[in-house]
């Protein structure tokens, strides 16, 4: 059986388009709040204007090139990625050199205001709330400075409308990179979920050997140190002893056998249950209908092998939310369906399945599986036992 996957390299969809829908988010907000100083500002063109473009392009384009590895790695060790420290001493000169006087124009603020933004969205919640407070002040004290030191009515135009329209560039990529780490959370908080899953199901079927081998172990060695006591006393007693530890060596093979194989004496309602409850608690939501009147033992058993390998494969290879499993009788057979909407990658090959078909291709059954979309089915089908073959 395969190992399942390292979590650090498992990903889901939501995990990958959140981080996606981020990084245009992100893109849209820079080049807007560069749009608004370049548009609006730089005419007339003089060459205070053009050094604030050109340290405004700066900023912009040092944001967009941190951009990934803030997406990918939102942590604060990536507050001292060179191109976003760059950026934010580029708007922060930029909106020095626009509130000397004459003042420049608001504009030149907003690419301070979002290059401070994503700055804070990084960082742990004190040194974020201090990169935000410095932000602000900068911005303010570059407003209250611009808007005291002249009387033009351009200057002074809403100030109060502008710096509440700033403080909204600054919250907005670190309500983008916020929603990034809640979605990113969760998606660990599954991972963890479906391994340890998967792990309670390791330790319940080592749980199973131990329970079933140690009885077998022990009587084995007490019969042991018996008959080599009795070989020098009574050797037709010891005979007998050796007789009965090859008896129960030979149980002890069996009933191991019977662990690795699945084919303990376990319902299938009870294996639906567990299965149900090892879904659920990976966060995967399970329905169960089971039609289970006049079900021969010896199908039973196989449905429950095979719900035991669907129920892995689930766990292993999805990114399930909802799952259904489903035993009913159609056409004088029974049909057992196990479906996932996390449908992962299609495997051609795999001990599992194939064994399972090995088992069920005696009594003329299949194993079938469809996909559409991310929902994935896998189907056993085997016809019902007749008399002859119930009773054998």
């Known amino acids: ?62 944001m967009i090139l941190a951009v990934p590895a803030v997406v990918r790695r939102p942590k604060p060790r990536s507050a001292r990625h060179p191109a976003l420290l760059t950026a934010v001493v580029a708007a922060g000169v930029a909106w020095i050199v626009a509130i000397a006087p004459p003042f420049a124009g608001w504009g030149w603020a907003f690419i301070l205001a979002v290059s401070g933004g994503l700055l804070a969205s ?37 100030p109060f409308e502008m710096l509440v329209t700033l403080a909204m560039f600054v919250v907005l990529p670190t309500s983008a990179m916020w929603a990034l780490r809640v979605v990113l959370r969760l998606e660990n908080a599954r991972q963890v979920a479906t391994e340890l899953a998967i792990a309670q199901e390791r330790l319940r079927f080592a749980t199973d050997l131990h329970d079933i081998q140690g009885h077998h172990l022990q009587v084995i060695a007490l019969k042991s140190e018996l008959a080599e006591r009795l070989l020098e006393q009574d050797r037709e007693r010891a005979a007998d002893e050796i007789a009965q530890i090859r008896v129960i060596a030979r149980e002890a093979l069996e009933d191991t056998r019977a662990v690795v194989n699945d084919y303990r004496s376990v319902t299938l309602t009870v294996e639906a249950r567990n299965a149900a409850a090892v879904l659920r608690s990976a966060a995967i939501d399970c329905e169960v209908a089971l039609e289970t009147v006049g079900l021969e033992p010896s199908l039973e058993t196989l449905f429950a092998v095979a719900l035991r390998e669907a129920t892995t494969n689930i766990l292993r290879h999805s990114t399930a939310t909802h799952a259904a499993i489903r035993l009913q009788a159609v056409g004088g057979a029974w049909r057992l369906t196990v479906a996932n909407d996390g449908a992962g990658t299609t495997k051609t090959s795999g001990t599992g399945l194939s064994g399972l078909r090995d088992r069920v291709a005696p009594l003329g059954g299949s194993v079938t599986s469809s996909r559409d979309g991310a929902w994935f089915e896998l189907t056993v089908t085997i016809p019902a036992l007749a008399p002859s073959e119930v009773n054998r």
Not at 19 to 39: E, F, K, M
């Open 1 to 62: 059986m395969t190992q399942p996957a390292d979590p650090a390299t498992r990903s889901s969809r939501d995990a990958v388009w959140a981080r996606r829908s981020t990084a245009v988010s992100l893109y849209a907000i820079i080049v807007v709040s560069a749009g608004v100083a370049i548009v609006a500002e730089l005419i007339p063109s003089d060459p205070r204007s053009v050094i604030l473009a050109v340290l405004t392009m700066i900023s912009a384009v040092a």
């Open 122 to 158: 990084i960082l742990r919640a004190r040194w974020a709330a201090c990169a935000i407070l410095a932000t602000a002040s900068v911005i303010s004290t570059g407003a209250i400075t611009a808007f005291t030191g002249t009387s033009t009515s351009e200057t002074a135009t809403a």
